[in-house]
């Protein structure tokens, strides 16, 4: 152990101040990614009293499930007001800032190696608990305070250009939903001269199927014909360790799938993997959405800019060409809501790629199409989706090396 290491309980004390006098009425939880979030906790009738308070710079803990999820959720609050916790979390803060910094010890515990350690120390339990003694057992690295200070600023600088290029993402993706509403829902879509085709006495044809007016030469047509090819994708065996112990082919879940233009993904499979599936390399400009998930994953879409290889939770559209399949995305992510309420089944309703392929969607004339430009957004997304990947190896890096930091 390097001469800087300390055991962390020396720094740290618990909390334990409830909610007595009802302070607060925000209950939030902690997920497996370090995230304080709203808690999805029914607490109607349950005495909130008894529940714990986190105010700024303090820490909440889960200790429960480290050896079951492999990771241990905390996080550090930066809020300026106060809120609750589960009282079944540990609320703890460091004894003296002035030696060693919040932020720096949020850092230290975002580490992967750090979560690997947790792990390790987990009890016989069932759900793998991390007993407070071995977390506080375990060992960080102190450096000068200085020290400490400029690394987080190095890294605050990382996490706020992330930050700021996922707000442009979002801006970008609701301008383009927009566009994409006033072209092809309301039907303003620039005519020869430039000007709004509808109010400007663009001719329109009654369309008997919408119960409306449509533009004359667009027609009604359903997802799988308005497509070039449907497919949907599959998992390799994971007791084949040659399916999966390779960069081969990109592999998505559907969890990745989440409204975004896609530049990569989380895991890959073998050649091998996917002869031996019914997974399918698809092309640059496949159209996802997911079939089912928890929470608000069913129904959202994806922009495949690489060539790569889905879950079978999964559907992908294939379309002739770029300006049908910018098209087919920014009509689900509009629609996504009404989609999702499509799924049927037991339990848990799911949508189906026959449900998703049966879907009536307006098909325009694609010269109208092509003038929609929704291309761009893509191109920009991608951009700022790649710059994000960097940034993101750089902070995991930077990371890595706080094990290496000297006194």
């Given at each position: 152990?390097?001469?800087?290491?300390?055991?962390?309980?020396?720094?740290?004390?618990?909390?334990?101040?409830?909610?007595?006098?009802?302070?607060?009425?925000?209950?939030?939880?902690?997920?497996?990614?370090?995230?304080?979030?709203?808690?999805?906790?029914?607490?109607?009738?349950?005495?909130?009293?008894?529940?714990?308070?986190?105010?700024?710079?303090?820490?909440?803990?889960?200790?429960?499930?480290?050896?079951?999820?492999?990771?241990?959720?905390?996080?550090?609050?930066?809020?300026?007001?106060?809120?609750?916790?589960?009282?079944?979390?540990?609320?703890?803060?460091?004894?003296?800032?002035?030696?060693?910094?919040?932020?720096?010890?949020?850092?230290?515990?975002?580490?992967?190696?750090?979560?690997?350690?947790?792990?390790?120390?987990?009890?016989?339990?069932?759900?793998?608990?991390?007993?407070?003694?071995?977390?506080?057992?375990?060992?960080?690295?102190?450096?000068?305070?200085?020290?400490?200070?400029?690394?987080?600023?190095?890294?605050?600088?990382?996490?706020?250009?992330?930050?700021?290029?996922?707000?442009?993402?979002?801006?970008?993706?609701?301008?383009?939903?927009?566009?994409?509403?006033?072209?092809?829902?309301?039907?303003?879509?620039?005519?020869?001269?430039?000007?709004?085709?509808?109010?400007?006495?663009?001719?329109?044809?009654?369309?008997?199927?919408?119960?409306?007016?449509?533009?004359?030469?667009?027609?009604?047509?359903?997802?799988?014909?308005?497509?070039?090819?449907?497919?949907?994708?599959?998992?390799?065996?994971?007791?084949?360790?040659?399916?999966?112990?390779?960069?081969?082919?990109?592999?998505?879940?559907?969890?990745?799938?989440?409204?975004?233009?896609?530049?990569?993904?989380?895991?890959?499979?073998?050649?091998?993997?996917?002869?031996?599936?019914?997974?399918?390399?698809?092309?640059?400009?496949?159209?996802?959405?997911?079939?089912?998930?928890?929470?608000?994953?069913?129904?959202?879409?994806?922009?495949?800019?690489?060539?790569?290889?889905?879950n079978q939770a999964c559907c992908a559209m294939i379309c002739e060409n770029e300006h049908h399949s910018t098209f087919l995305y920014y009509y689900l992510r509009t629609n996504q809501?009404?989609?999702?309420?499509?799924?049927n089944g037991g339990a848990q309703p799911n949508l189906s790629k026959e449900i998703i392929g049966n879907i009536r969607i307006i098909k325009p004339l694609l010269n109208d199409i092509k003038k929609h430009h929704l291309m761009k957004f893509i191109d920009y997304c991608?951009?700022?989706?790649?710059?994000?990947?960097?940034?993101?190896?750089?902070?995991?890096?930077?990371?890595?090396?706080?094990?290496?930091?000297?006194?």
């Amino acid at each position: 152990m390097r001469s800087n290491y300390r055991r962390l309980g020396d720094y740290i004390q618990e909390l334990k101040f409830r909610n007595t006098e009802e302070k607060t009425e925000q209950l939030l939880g902690i997920n497996i990614d370090k995230f304080f979030m709203p808690s999805v906790a029914n607490v109607v009738g349950t005495d909130l009293s008894v529940y714990k308070l986190v105010r700024k710079n303090q820490f909440a803990c889960n200790r429960m499930h480290v050896g079951r999820d492999y990771r241990l959720p905390i996080s550090m609050s930066k809020a300026e007001n106060e809120f609750m916790v589960s009282p079944a979390y540990d609320v703890f803060e460091i004894k003296d800032t002035a030696v060693l910094n919040p932020e720096f010890l949020m850092m230290w515990f975002s580490r992967k190696e750090f979560d690997r350690n947790a792990w390790f120390y987990t009890d016989a339990d069932v759900r793998g608990g991390l007993p407070w003694k071995s977390f506080s057992d375990m060992q960080l690295p102190v450096p000068h305070p200085d020290k400490q200070r400029e690394i987080v600023k190095e890294y605050n600088v990382i996490q706020d250009r992330i930050a700021l290029n996922q707000q442009l993402i979002q801006k970008l993706e609701e301008t383009a939903k927009t566009i994409y509403r006033e072209w092809f829902v309301e039907f303003e879509f620039p005519d020869e001269n430039g000007k709004p085709y509808k109010s400007n006495g663009g001719e329109m044809v009654w369309c008997e199927e919408l119960d409306r007016d449509i533009p004359k030469g667009w027609e009604v047509v359903s997802i799988k014909d308005f497509c070039f090819e449907m497919k949907s994708g599959g998992t390799p065996s994971r007791d084949n360790i040659n399916y999966w112990n390779s960069r081969d082919i990109p592999w998505l879940k559907t969890g990745e799938v989440c409204n975004r233009v896609l530049i990569a993904s989380e895991e890959y499979i073998s050649f091998e993997g996917c002869k031996n599936s019914s997974a399918k390399i698809l092309p640059v400009n496949t159209v996802l959405i997911a079939m089912y998930g928890e929470g608000k994953t069913k129904g959202q879409a994806g922009y495949l800019r690489f060539e790569a290889t889905i879950n079978q939770a999964c559907c992908a559209m294939i379309c002739e060409n770029e300006h049908h399949s910018t098209f087919l995305y920014y009509y689900l992510r509009t629609n996504q809501a009404q989609i999702a309420s499509l799924a049927n089944g037991g339990a848990q309703p799911n949508l189906s790629k026959e449900i998703i392929g049966n879907i009536r969607i307006i098909k325009p004339l694609l010269n109208d199409i092509k003038k929609h430009h929704l291309m761009k957004f893509i191109d920009y997304c991608e951009g700022l989706e790649k710059e994000n990947l960097k940034l993101t190896e750089m902070k995991e890096l930077l990371l890595s090396r706080l094990a290496k930091i000297e006194s």
